[in-house]
């Protein structure tokens, strides 16, 4: 009996070089699979478990310094709030487990100058003047989870915690009750923070990329005492390094004020090294 393959390339009806045909989508198709991934990872690895390449940098207004030490190791920092506000992270990769990329990031921040520095009266007083801050320091820890999904999207999944160590316990009433800055600062005062989230990364051309966003933080304390985010973004992709991402920002909370809906436009700028 005659193979199917043979039949069908004996066929009438179909081109006589149709087995050219099958062999360039057979050699081509995975290379196209791989070049997605590819340009995917390298362009928008922030969020993910995956690393900045060793040697490499980049950074954003708001996103973080990142500067890759080894396959292994990732420095990063917000460097534009490094003078007001001192910080500093690194993200480890624990390599590949089952059909995850895993990795963990550790970060350590001192906020009290920062604190201090906004507590007065007038345009850009966020804090009361009545009110000062002794030594803080803020450590967090969290680890990731990234899985590939079909050719072009990415999925991750995150955990973890951040907890202050004080000299004395700030005062409750001197907080600076904005959506996306008290979530990250509740534990300052009290409690520690519990945040999980999930996130979505796609390809929707060589240059163009999305990515949806879901965070909850929760702080273990009787009141204001949980927060969610969810974040849409389009990142456009140039030559070079240079990368412009906008889109939205939608929260929720409970404020000392009470409960509070709020949308949000959001824009960045990366750049860094050349092309990775």
Same mark, same amino acid.
């Given at each position: 009996?005659?193979?199917?393959?043979?039949?069908?390339?004996?066929?009438?009806?179909?081109?006589?070089?149709?087995?050219?045909?099958?062999?360039?989508?057979?050699?081509?198709?995975?290379?196209?699979?791989?070049?997605?991934?590819?340009?995917? @990872?390298?362009?928008?690895?922030?969020?993910?478990?995956?690393?900045?390449?060793?040697?490499?940098?980049?950074?954003?207004?708001?996103?973080?310094?990142?500067?890759?030490?080894?396959?292994?190791?990732?420095?990063?920092?917000?460097?534009?709030?490094?003078?007001?506000?001192?910080?500093?992270?690194?993200?480890?990769?624990?390599?590949?487990?089952?059909?995850?990329?895993?990795?963990?990031?550790?970060?350590?921040?001192?906020?009290?100058?920062?604190?201090?520095?906004?507590?007065?009266?007038?345009?850009?007083?966020?804090?009361?003047?009545?009110?000062?801050?002794?030594?803080?320091?803020?450590?967090?820890?969290?680890?990731?989870?990234?899985?590939?999904?079909?050719?072009?999207?990415?999925?991750?999944?995150?955990?973890?915690?951040?907890?202050?160590?004080?000299?004395?316990?700030?005062?409750?009433?001197?907080?600076?009750?904005?959506?996306?800055?008290?979530?990250?600062?509740?534990?300052?005062?009290?409690?520690?923070?519990?945040?999980?989230? %999930?996130?979505?990364?796609?390809?929707?051309?060589?240059?163009?990329?999305?990515?949806?966003?879901?965070?909850?933080?929760?702080?273990?304390?009787?009141?204001?005492?949980? @927060?969610?985010?969810?974040?849409?973004?389009?990142?456009?992709?140039?030559?070079?390094?240079?990368?412009?991402?906008?889109?939205? %920002?939608?929260?929720?909370?409970?404020?000392?004020?009470?409960?509070?809906?709020?949308?949000?436009?959001?824009?960045?700028?990366?750049?860094?090294?050349?092309?990775?």
């Amino acid at each position: 009996m005659k193979s199917i393959c043979s039949k069908i390339l004996k066929h009438k009806k179909l081109p006589k070089n149709l087995w050219i045909y099958l062999a360039f989508a057979f050699f081509t198709i995975p290379d196209l699979t791989f070049s997605q991934e590819s340009i995917l @990872f390298k362009s928008w690895g922030y969020n993910t478990a995956y690393l900045i390449d060793k040697g490499k940098w980049e950074t954003g207004i708001f996103q973080p310094f990142r500067l890759g030490l080894n396959d292994k190791l990732e420095l990063r920092s917000n460097i534009f709030i490094m003078p007001l506000l001192p910080n500093a992270g690194v993200k480890i990769s624990h390599g590949q487990i089952g059909e995850f990329q895993v990795a963990s990031e550790h970060s350590v921040s001192y906020p009290t100058l920062f604190l201090n520095l906004v507590s007065f009266k007038g345009t850009g007083g966020l804090i009361s003047p009545q009110y000062d801050f002794d030594f803080i320091l803020s450590l967090a820890n969290s680890i990731i989870i990234s899985k590939p999904v079909g050719t072009s999207s990415l999925f991750s999944a995150d955990a973890g915690f951040a907890f202050s160590i004080r000299k004395t316990k700030p005062d409750y009433n001197a907080t600076i009750d904005l959506p996306l800055i008290y979530p990250r600062m509740a534990n300052y005062y009290e409690g520690v923070s519990i945040k999980t989230g %999930v996130t979505f990364k796609g390809t929707l051309s060589k240059s163009l990329f999305f990515e949806e966003n879901l965070k909850l933080f929760l702080i273990t304390r009787d009141s204001e005492n949980i @927060f969610i985010e969810n974040f849409g973004t389009i990142m456009w992709k140039t030559k070079g390094s240079f990368r412009l991402k906008g889109g939205y %920002v939608l929260s929720w909370g409970k404020y000392p004020f009470g409960n509070h809906t709020q949308l949000w436009p959001v824009i960045d700028i990366i750049f860094g090294s050349k092309e990775r």
